[in-house]
């Protein structure tokens, strides 16, 4: 935890929005896990079919996984997001855009390389515009979309 002297911005937000899958969503998902491994069955790409079944297994796990609730808290130090501190020096920009449900979103552009775009949704009781005025005096505002990652997640219903 930062010092609570320095948190400028805190909130909590979930780690994802949850959505209760249907069992038809189920079925989809195990269907195509058997053609996919029947063709690799028959291409005899043994390690392929492997592969694909835990693919499957793991979607169906994380599926029902309920989300967890992630403390935000933005400071002169840098921006904490659960246990990760994102010092300014690591952040090349942010970004607030709204996701579709119009809920204002922060984007920050770190310097990790596998996805390096982490999206948090601001809470209602934050100013986004006085958020906005404070990240701008340690970090260059970008303009930036989420990542393809997400909207991947997204369309698939995660």
């Not at 990542?147 to 698939?156: A, E, F, H, M, V």
Request: aromatic content about 12%; glycine content about 4%; hydrophobic content about 50%.
């Amino acid at each position: 935890m930062l010092h609570n002297e320095t948190i400028a911005f805190a909130w909590e937000t979930i780690e994802f929005e949850f959505k209760e899958k249907r069992k038809d969503w189920y079925w989809i998902v195990g269907i195509v896990a058997v053609i996919l491994i029947i063709i690799a069955i028959i291409l005899q790409n043994y390690l392929f079919a492997f592969l694909i079944g835990i693919a499957a297994f793991l979607m169906v796990n994380l599926a029902a996984k309920e989300p967890l609730v992630i403390p935000v808290e933005i400071s002169e130090q840098g921006i904490k997001v659960y246990n990760d501190l994102y010092k300014y020096d690591s952040l090349y920009g942010f970004w607030i855009t709204s996701n579709k449900k119009e809920e204002p979103i922060l984007l920050l552009l770190s310097d990790r390389r596998i996805s390096p775009i982490v999206s948090l949704v601001i809470h209602e009781d934050i100013d986004v515009m006085e958020l906005r005025e404070y990240l701008s005096k340690f970090i260059e505002e970008k303009e930036m979309k989420e990542s393809l990652t997400d909207r991947i997640i997204d369309k698939i219903g995660f």
